[in-house]
């Protein structure tokens, strides 16, 4: 793990900052003895909510034919 000191890290702390968020964590020292530990933050998952409309909603059978004439037209191909 690279450890680096106050001042090269207020040097370069975007650079650095980006290297932890892509999981590559690094420590920050003082007159060589380590401070902190810069690690990447995990983000908080989405709830999933599946089935939440279940019933309200009804899809026809014909669905992937619907409009299928008007596209046709649009486009020249019913000749």
């Not at 902190?36 to 899809?59: D, S």
């Not at 059978?61 to 020249?76: K, S, Y």
Request: aromatic share 6%; proline share 5%.
């Amino acid at each position: 793990m690279k450890i680096v000191n106050i001042h090269e890290a207020k040097t370069h702390l975007s650079r650095l900052v980006e290297e932890a968020a892509k999981g590559e964590p690094f420590i920050i020292a003082k007159a060589g003895k380590p401070l902190v530990k810069v690690v990447a933050v995990e983000a908080p998952k989405a709830k999933t909510r599946l089935g939440f409309m279940n019933g309200q909603i009804n899809v026809p059978e014909d669905f992937n034919q619907m409009g299928a004439a008007e596209i046709e037209q649009l486009f020249g191909l019913d000749e």
